[in-house]
């Protein structure tokens, strides 16, 4: 009996031990506090959110680095490939010279046709040339016939490329504001007109004043007072039967085209005068006229530059 009381005890008591239901009761309470406190309490979003990032990069988790400059590498295309250089390819240009869809007919074209252009361009170039050489020689016996009005200082004669230039000053020419030639100058417009049937091309007569406002009563304003001058001189040119009226044109400037600023009375006394301007032939319209015309005329007989004047 006595071992078998030994056994016994050494056994532990049936249930839990007493202090067990105190340390429930105290979890209770505890998870009841919190409770409580959860319900009571306002989350704030952007300081959870701060929060909980100060904690992942204190941690290391998910730690981002900024970076000033964008990433950079190696481009497999700029080390495995480079540019070619062009190089044009010399083609015949193939063209069908006809209106005609139904037409088969093709027209090969080489650079033939372009050098025969650049052939005829410089043959224009060389009668440019030509032709200003006319103009200077023209020029110099003009001179030479005027030179006496020229010393005076009431003719001024000078080129200007292909063409002449014989400029009628107001002194001497016109009174101050008036139209009238006077009759002492006319002598010398018959002159001009003399020189004029010996020298070919067209002829432009035109008036210019100064920049002072027309004072008068006869015409309204400085274009119609250049335009008058201009007329004057005209009609004294084409007094003599000879002269071919064809050739002219009259236009009166006014102040638009000076030859020096109107800033003192010399340079404005200058700019009032009637110029006769002799063309020696446009060599720009001719090569414009070249160079407009269709694509299939550049082949053919030869263009003849006295044609296109």
């Not at 030509?130 to 004669?157: N, P």
């Not at 002829?203 to 100064?210: K, P, R």
């Not at 003599?240 to 050739?247: A, G, N, P």
Request: charged share 30%; with cysteine; aromatic share 6%.
């Amino acid at each position: 009996m006595s071992d078998d009381n030994e056994e016994k005890c050494k056994c532990p008591p049936p249930g839990s031990p007493a202090w067990m239901a105190t340390f429930a009761d105290l979890m209770s309470l505890l998870m009841c506090f919190f409770v409580l406190l959860l319900s009571f309490s306002e989350m704030d979003v952007l300081k959870f959110k701060q929060l909980a990032g100060s904690m992942r990069e204190a941690f290391g988790v998910q730690n981002q680095i900024k970076v000033e400059d964008i990433p950079k590498g190696t481009s497999i295309i700029a080390q495995e490939f480079s540019p070619g250089r062009p190089e044009p390819t010399p083609l015949n240009e193939v063209r069908q010279m006809t209106i005609n869809n139904d037409m088969n007919s093709l027209d090969v074209r080489s650079l033939e046709g372009e050098a025969q252009v650049e052939d005829r361009l410089k043959g224009l170039e060389a009668l440019q040339r030509q032709q200003e050489e006319e103009a200077r020689e023209e020029a110099i016996a003009v001179a030479q016939a005027l030179s006496a009005e020229i010393g005076e200082g009431s003719i001024e004669v000078e080129t200007d490329g292909t063409r002449i230039i014989i400029r009628v000053k107001e002194h001497g020419s016109f009174e101050s504001g008036s139209a009238e030639l006077k009759f002492d100058y006319i002598p010398v417009i018959a002159k001009i007109r003399d020189l004029l049937l010996d020298i070919s091309g067209k002829v432009a007569i035109e008036g210019h004043t100064d920049n002072v406002p027309y004072g008068g009563r006869r015409f309204e304003s400085n274009w119609d007072l250049s335009s008058a001058r201009a007329l004057a001189v005209a009609h004294e040119l084409f007094s003599d039967r000879r002269i071919d009226q064809s050739r002219f044109s009259i236009t009166g400037y006014a102040d638009t085209h000076p030859l020096a600023p109107n800033s003192s009375v010399e340079l404005r006394a200058r700019n009032r005068r009637v110029e006769i301007v002799i063309q020696k032939g446009s060599v720009d319209e001719a090569l414009e006229k070249l160079q407009s015309r269709p694509e299939g005329d550049t082949e053919g007989e030869p263009i003849d530059p006295g044609s296109l004047f």
